[in-house]
């Protein structure tokens, strides 16, 4: 039985590596598109994707792929790495099976020409266009919840798919705590009279200057640049062809400084995580981030959190000087409050460390409402709006700015936004738990000395993969649950410095 | 029955276009582990890269794949492209099929063993490391041969996988006739005393110069930069993912004014033929080159042929002087003999247009005798050393620059070296139609007009892609038979010139 049982673990870690293998190559595939391929060759590409994309569905949703489920189920006793190989397994191939092959193909036909519409329809800022597309996206989500199934509310098991054990419960509480003290943190912002003055970062920064500034700090995150390579892009981005080949994307405004630096660390985050996720978990489909949330909790640290601290750049900033003459009558103090001024603006993608937030809370409560049927599709871009203005004071002037801004829901992508205010909430607490860890934390980065932060993360989170869930993992590395507390501190404490609150 | 026909044609060719697929995605990871893998990601990429090569191998050997050739060979009067699809199809399911599946394997798993020895050989300069691999390389090809079968000679049957119908019998004549008159052209050139200077292309000449140069060079050619790209590598190579997507690779010295440039010129001619391919013969598995001569001598046509004429050069050559003011006491005459210099080497990929056939011409004789059985693997370094002594006049000091040179044996490779001298033979009949077809040739060039050469390589080659193997392709478009006549006229009037023989 032992022996038996030892070859079906093999047997399966071998075809869960042909599926691994074909999600590699489209990686390298997907990357090279974005990166460098040539206009022509754009449109077969996409068929090449598509083929391998099929076959990777194939091995997913395989009878074979069934009989190791069943077979694993079976089994008692299954260390993490085994349990959590087939609970991942089996996520993926009921999420597929429970739907009825033919309104499968009927949405990812429909998912193509709606991703479309919504092109055209941020070009020409026409809500009107995106409309039936969006309703239809919406219908079939709401259809497939029928056969997914659900607890409480239809939206968890779509929250689910991102974060797993993540609910409207759970987000209510804490994004509802969240929403308060950065609404009231806000208004005390600006109120409070302060300005702090950005003129500084909009002078000529060559790219190259910016390239290897971006390279020198990334490498001191931690970054292997044998394990990766930076490339442009026009939205910047990470992937991973497998973890020792972990590549992100930027894009070098010459007169901004902070975008590509600041994309660079952030992407950074991302990929540290991937390079730190050991080989041993190759043929498990677990060597990748544990959810969206915890990769977007790693790559928010390093950008936020450590990226835009004092004692950050109490280290690089004499490089700074160093690299860029413009800086030379600029005291560290003024270049703190530069990268951390706060605006509000209608832009998610552009938001500041504070707003942020808020932009996804504005979308996990449009999202809510859509899932328990509060609100109709016409009604989108009003609601949009006036929740700008209650939350932010600011009103989009028209729909690119405003409801059209993100392609996620034209793609039928319901229940992924959350993810990135989780991170914010993620990373605080690791925060909390690193500086009872570390004591001298803040006085070694000011030294330079981030691989005691790179550290700490790789043991307590990276080198996990996907082994287990965000709760679990975050109750390992923290002790604790999910809670906005943390968060809501660091936010208070920062910006009341900043602002002199 | 004709609809049935039309069906079973739809469904073969959707069958091919999976193989199609596969093997872009290998090529583009393989493009991307040569220009631009980071170091620690190498193997698993090479694990991708078998998985992707399997699965290609299932598609071109199953049943499925056997019963379309069955149907298909049953069938009367096909058109010229369903033959070639059938006749193609067929030569790679047998020339896999006929071998026992363990030898096939364990041949596979010898080759990456003996690329190792060679590879290892070549760095110490030590042939006997490599020895023991390359007799095995060669007893393995002699048993295939075997079950392959074999006509007059059993070197028939390798050559014919690179280049379909050719035989010993018509290579005897042609090499026979070219080297007799590359080796008494080089006899009096060396006597006439007359040495180009080459010290003009010795200065600093800085990459962005080069690339822009050379950029400009190809687009005026033909080359489609939004069907491809230009990248490095370290040795130059073109690749396509699709014919919309093709893309060379080059590596700049800059000390050396000529290697990335006639690189480019030479890639370029490689990779419009491919460009030139029409989208019609997607999912055939004929939109490529004819075959390696064919390739070859589109890559040659464009360096040597046109690329290293006089005629380009007094179109190219201002822009040169522009572009580079080393040249600015240099007279187009000398640029041109110059870069036309003839210098006996030990190094086939170094070699000028002249001494390059008489390289192949010594492979082709040593694998003749290979697998004529009448030559031990322990004479190969010494029969390799005086046909180098008896044809050009210099000898190896040591195996790295003799023996061991190139890595094509060491991967089983035997019979694919002629295609480089067939391109050169080709290119010439090439030639000799179009002046007869485009009176005004030369003056054309002078006056920039690439283009004119372009569409008639086009018209007359490559829109057929494979679909008609070299000998008819070579008789489609010139009229005649395999000759080295107008190669051996073009070199005499071309060398004679230069040399005031």
Redesign the interface.
Known sequence: MKEDFKARLDEFKEYLK?IE??Q??SS??YW?MRV??????I???G??LS??SG?EYKLETSLKMKEFIDYFESCRDLDDITKAMVRNAKKNYERTMKIPEKRYKEYTIEQAASEAAWEDAKAKSDYSIFKPHLKKMIDFNKEFIGYWGYRNSKYDTLLDFYEPGITVEKLDKTFGELKGAIVSLLDRIQKSGVKPDCGMFHKKFTKGRQESFSKYVMAKMGF??????VDESVHPFTIN??N??VRITTHYYENEFRSALFSCIHEGGHAIYEQDIPDSLKGTMLACGASMGLHESQSRFYENIIGRSRAFWTYFYPEVKRRFPEFKDVMLDEFYKGINAVSPSLVRTEADELTYSLHIIIRYEIEKKIFDDEVDVDELPSVWNKKYKEYMGIEPENDAEGILQDMHWSGGSFGYFPSYALGNLYGAQFLRKMEKDIPDLYKEIERGNLDIVHQWLKENIHKYGSVYKPAELLKKATGEELTAKYFIDYLNKKYSEIYNL
Request: hydrophobic fraction near 30%.
């Open positions: 042909n293998y074909l590699s190559a390298v595939l090279d460098g391929i040539p206009k022509k060759a449109s077969y590409r068929e090449v083929y391998l076959e292997d640049f044998d394990e990766g390579r062809f497998d020792r080949d």
